[in-house]
C-alpha cells in the first residue's frame, strides 16, 4: 500500500462525522506536505498568480539554504578557533564524541562542519519540536488547517539564536513568539509582529545574559569573543580592524555572530531567489538599504569626537549585526511588513534609519536591527493607511 493509499483509506476518521474529527488539521497537515491538496474552487474565482502559502514558505526555507550550510560551518570554526586558542583537546560536553572522528581542527573543513551541526541541530529540533506542538494544539482547538508558516519561523528564529543558547531557553523563547507573537491574534496571517523576532525579543530582555555579551558568541565554556560589531560599539573601526577583521571577512561571514546572520554573500544569494520568485518585496530591501545609507552618511558628516559609531561607514553596517539577515527575511514578511507599494519603501527605509539610530546613538545595544524591524512592524498599518487615503484623495480630485 502507497502512502497516498494510506491516507485515503483513514481519512473517513478525520473528516465531519469521524471519530478523529477534531484532529482533521492534523491530518491535513501530514497530507498536503507530501501532496499536493485536491481540493478545487467552486464558483466563481479570480486566480492572480499560482503561488499559495506552501509554495511561498517553501521558496523562503530554499533561499535560507547557503545561510544553514554557513551557520554550520562558522560556528564549527568559531569554536575549533576558541578551543585551539584554549590548548583544549575535546570539548567538556556531548559534542565530543561524535567529534572523536573528526577532530577539532579549524583548518578542516569537515570537522568545522560537523562541529557547527552540533549546535545547529539541537537548536533547530527543539524549536521545530516545541513551535510545532504550538501549532497542532491552536489548530486543533480552532478546528483550522496547520499552516506551513511555522516552517519559516523555526528556521528563521533558529538562525539568530546564539550557538550555545541553552536548549530550555530556545523553547521558552520559541513559545513567546508562537503563542503570543501570533497564535493570540489569530494565527498566521492575522500577527502584526514578526514571530521569530517576538520570540528572539523576549529572550533579550527576560535572559539578557544568554543572548547578549562577548561569551555568547561562541559554543565554548569560558571563551570570550566580541563580535565586529560590539568591538565598533567601543571603538569604532579602528576597534575592529585592530582586532583582526577586514571588511571581505565580515562579508564572507568567518566571525562571531548569531549562527546564521554572519554571511552577507550567503543573505545576498538568498535574497537573489526571494527577488526572482517574487516571494520577497525589492521596495522593502531597497527601502532599508537607502534608509541605513542616507542616515549613516549623515552621521558621518556630522562626526563626534566622543563616538567613534559617528565615523563608522555604510559598508560595515551592511555586513556586520544582523543588518543583511534582517533586511532579506525579517523585514519583508508579507504579513506583519506595509501592504502597499509605497509603504513598503516607507516600511523599509524606517527599519534603516532605525538600526542606525540605535547602533550610533545608543552604543550601549549596538545592534538594532531586531528593535526596529519590530519598531517598524507596529506602525506598518498606519503607513498603509495614510497610503491609502493619500491615494483616495488624489483621485477625488481628479473627478472635481
Not at 42 to 58: E, Q, Y
Not at 102 to 109: A, K
Not at 262 to 285: C, D
Request: aromatic content about 14%.
Amino acid at each position: 500500500m502507497s502512502a497516498r493509499d494510506f491516507l485515503d483509506s483513514i481519512e473517513p476518521h478525520f473528516t465531519t462525522g469521524g471519530k478523529l474529527e477534531k484532529y482533521y488539521g492534523l491530518y491535513e497537515m501530514v497530507d498536503t506536505f507530501l501532496y499536493t491538496p485536491s481540493d478545487v474552487t467552486r464558483g466563481k474565482t479570480h486566480v492572480r498568480d499560482g503561488n499559495d502559502l506552501k509554495r511561498t514558505m517553501t521558496f523562503v526555507v530554499i533561499a535560507t539554504f547557503f545561510c544553514i550550510m554557513m551557520a554550520m560551518y562558522n560556528t564549527g570554526y568559531q569554536a575549533n578557533l576558541a578551543m585551539e586558542a584554549m590548548g583544549l583537546e575535546k570539548a567538556n560536553s556531548w559534542r565530543s564524541i561524535p567529534m572523536m572522528l573528526f577532530g577539532y581542527n579549524p583548518m578542516n573543513p569537515l570537522s568545522n562542519f560537523v562541529h557547527g551541526a552540533l549546535y545547529f541541530l539541537p537548536i533547530y529540533i527543539v524549536t521545530l519540536a516545541v513551535g510545532g506542538i504550538w501549532e497542532v494544539l491552536f489548530a486543533t482547538v480552532r478546528g483550522h488547517e496547520v499552516n506551513e508558516g511555522f516552517l519559516v519561523s523555526s528556521m528563521l528564529y533558529t538562525l539568530i539564536m546564539p550557538p550555545d543558547m541553552p536548549l530550555w531557553q530556545v523553547a521558552l523563547g520559541i513559545s513567546f513568539g508562537i503563542v503570543i507573537g501570533k497564535e493570540v491574534f489569530g494565527g498566521t496571517g492575522k500577527n502584526f509582529l514578526n514571530p521569530a523576532l517576538t520570540g528572539r525579543a523576549f529572550l533579550f530582555f527576560a535572559y539578557p545574559a544568554s543572548i547578549s555579551g562577548d561569551s555568547v558568541w561562541v559554543g565554548v565554556d569560558g571563551y570570550t569573543a566580541a563580535t565586529p560589531l560590539g568591538l565598533a560599539a567601543q571603538g569604532g573601526l579602528d576597534a575592529v580592524q585592530n582586532a583582526g577583521y577586514g571588511w571581505f571577512q565580515t562579508f564572507m561571514g568567518f566571525m562571531p555572530g548569531s549562527i546564521g546572520e554572519t554571511s552577507t554573500l550567503a543573505i545576498i544569494i538568498g535574497a537573489a531567489f526571494l527577488l526572482y520568485t517574487r516571494v520577497a518585496s525589492y521596495r522593502i530591501m531597497g527601502g532599508v538599504l537607502i534608509g541605513m545609507i542616507a542616515t549613516t552618511v549623515l552621521f558621518n558628516s556630522i562626526g563626534s569626537d566622543s563616538n567613534p559609531m559617528f565615523a563608522f561607514p555604510w559598508y560595515w553596517h551592511l555586513t556586520v549585526g544582523g543588518f543583511a539577515f534582517g533586511m532579506v527575511y525579517m523585514a519583508t514578511d508579507p504579513v506583519s511588513a506595509a501592504m502597499t507599494n509605497t509603504g513598503r519603501w516607507i516600511f523599509g527605509a524606517l527599519i534603516g534609519v532605525m538600526v542606525v539610530l540605535v547602533r550610533v546613538v545608543n552604543p550601549a545595544f549596538p545592534e538594532g536591527m531586531m528593535l526596529s524591524i519590530l519598531f517598524a512592524n507596529m506602525f506598518a498599518p498606519v503607513i498603509d493607511y495614510f497610503v491609502v487615503q493619500a491615494n483616495v484623495r488624489r483621485r477625488m480630485k481628479r473627478h472635481v
